[in-house]
Each structure stands twice: as C-alpha cells, then as structure tokens.
C-alpha cells in the first residue's frame, strides 16, 4: 500500500482499523507487557513493568523469559522484595544479565527503586512533571535525574535510563509510559496512572514502527531521534489528539505481524 494512495481519512481509518486488531489481549502473551500482566498490586506492575520496558532489547521471547527470571529472583513480589531486601537476597541478582544490562545495574536499579518507594507511593510521581507540557519530555528528563540522584550511582547504568536532552528516542521508555498510561477497555494498557495524560505521550520509535511510519510517510526526518518520535507522534496526534499513541500498536503491528518492516516501501 503506497501512502501516496492515501488521503489523512482514509489513513486514519486504515490505522485505526490495524489498532482494533493488535490492541487486544491476544497481544500480551508474546509480548514484554505480559510480565506486568502478572501482576495486580500497583507498585507490583510499575516495578515489572519498568524492568520488562528497560530490558525489552532483542528477541521478545528471550526478553520474556529473562524478565520471569528476575521476577523470580525478586520471589514474583517485586514490591516487597525492593522494600523489604536484606543483603542475602541480593545474591541471586549477581547473576542476573541481559545483554549489557548485568549485576552492577541490577543492584542499583532495586537500590534506587527502594530509595523512591520509602518516599512516594507511585512511581509516576518520578515521571511527572506538570498538566501544561505538551509532551511527556521533561518528565522523562526528570525521571532520569531522580533516577541518578544517589551519590554512587554507577555511570554504566545511565545508559539504560536515557533521557530525550541526550537526543535518544527513549523508546523504551516511552512504551513504559503508554503500558502505565493509556486507559481504554482492550485489556493491554494499564491505565494505572492518571497525572500523566495519553494527549502526552510520545510514540515508541523503535526499528519497526519507524520503518512503517517513514513508508507511510509519517516520517521525513533522516535520523532516528527524539525530534523524530516527536515528528511522528505529531502526526500522529492530528489523527487522534487525545490518544495519538494507539498508533502504536498499528504500526507494529504492521512491521511485526504483517511484515512491513521488511519489505521495501
């Protein structure tokens, strides 16, 4: 299908019909989402779900498995375990590794997560910043720098949180912010947070929504960055400015599913 064929309501309206099919809860069991899925305490998701999102690099099904591992590791009670650790239960995580995401950033990820928890309720306290940005921007340079605040925070984990001033996409990130975020009857998204609004999220820029979205022409920018997961959850929002980033699930699903992503536009 050629973009060019395509007016903006007949885009909408293709999109939107790929949303209904991918955002379902046929979508969960072979995706990074089904390990906060197993959970039903709130701190319990935000906790599995921001390690799912942060690990969430490479095959999907290697990501889920090794995600159920740490879960383990933390004894499937996440919440409890970061709070109520004693050194002990740290030994398992020393042996815990995801691509370059090992022991050093494991360990800081529980201490830091048990620092914020001792003082705020919800995580989304971390990622807001304001009812009149845009978009979810600052809140994730915000997260970033709370994330980092303890003296001995190791360099090498900074790499895991990155922040949209560093020009990344932060699609991981963002994903975690639509899982938490984005409220609506399919059974996918979360929906636990309420400060933070859908009309805000930024689009996940990863490989294959890009792909897709530049062959639909959502994209013109060259480079992948933040400007560009900016750029295509602009259009994005003149689509649906309350929940532009439903897209996602079409996008993806387009390069995933119905191989998009492969093929030449």
């Known amino acids: 299908m050629k973009r060019s064929k395509l007016s903006i309501a007949e885009l909408k309206d293709f999109l939107d019909e790929k949303v209904v099919l991918y955002n379902q809860p046929g979508f969960i069991e072979n995706d990074p989402v089904s390990i906060p899925h197993a959970f039903s305490k709130k701190q319990d998701i935000e906790i599995a779900g921001l390690f799912a999102a942060v690990l969430a690099w490479g095959q999907r099904k290697t990501i889920i498995n090794k995600c159920k591992q740490l879960m383990g590791m933390m004894d499937n009670d996440p919440h409890r375990f970061i ?47 304001g009812a009149d940005h845009e978009t979810v921007e600052q809140g994730l340079d915000q997260f970033q720098k709370i994330f980092f605040s303890l003296e001995h925070a190791p360099h090498r984990t900074r790499k895991h949180i990155p922040s949209p001033a560093r020009k990344s996409t932060c699609k991981r990130l963002v994903m975690y912010l639509r899982w938490m975020v ?64 439903k897209y996602d699930f079409a996008l993806f699903g387009l390069g995933i599913e119905e191989g998009w992503s492969k093929r030449s536009a």
């Open 182 to 245: 984005r409220d609506d009857d399919r059974g996918v998204d979360f929906g636990i947070w309420k400060k933070v609004k859908p009309a805000q999220l930024v689009c996940p820029c990863d490989l294959h929504v890009d792909r897709v979205a530049r062959r639909l022409k959502l994209i013109k920018r060259k480079q992948t960055d933040w400007q560009t997961a900016l750029e295509l959850t602009a259009r994005l929002r003149a689509l649906d400015p309350v929940d532009p980033v």
């Open 83 to 129: 709070l109520q650790h004693r050194e002990k239960d740290l030994k398992p995580l020393l042996a815990f590794k995801h691509r370059t995401f090992n022991a050093t950033d494991t360990l800081y990820f529980v201490e830091a997560l048990k620092w914020f928890y001792q003082n705020h309720t919800s995580l989304e306290d971390a990622f807001y910043a």
